[in-house]
């Protein structure tokens, strides 16, 4: 994984998407493509079904336990998995400065 750094994410606070950054699909998978005039990203990163699921509900700002909650509706797995996995794909989006979290 190219994610050397970690931002500790708090699981309360909500947060959004940057702008710039957009969702796109690329030879049938899905990446994240920053499309904003500066450099202030440099690459793509490839999302699973999963993490589409996390990007659709940060384009409105949410926080790590809702997110958990809503994909415990969609998937078949244990509050724990989903959790992790939504920490992961949060964690790896706000490290990357593609998310940020919201001011309340």
Do not use: Q
């Not at 909500?14 to 998978?29: A, C, D, H, M």
């Not at 994240?32 to 440099?42: C, H, I, L, Q, T």
């Not at 999963?50 to 949410?62: A, I, Q, T």
């Amino acid at each position: 994984m190219f994610f050397d750094k970690k931002i500790k994410l708090d699981k309360e606070a909500l947060y959004k998407i940057n702008e710039g950054f957009e969702l796109r699909e690329v030879v049938g998978k899905k990446v994240v493509v920053y499309m904003g005039k500066d450099e202030a990203f440099n690459g793509i990163i490839r999302l699973n079904e999963e993490g589409e699921e996390v990007w659709k509900l940060l384009l409105e700002g949410s926080s790590p336990s809702l997110v958990t909650s809503s994909l415990e509706e969609i998937y078949d797995a244990d509050h724990d998995t989903i959790e992790a996995n939504v920490l992961e794909v949060m964690n790896n989006l706000l490290t990357e400065n593609v998310i940020h979290k919201c001011e309340k």
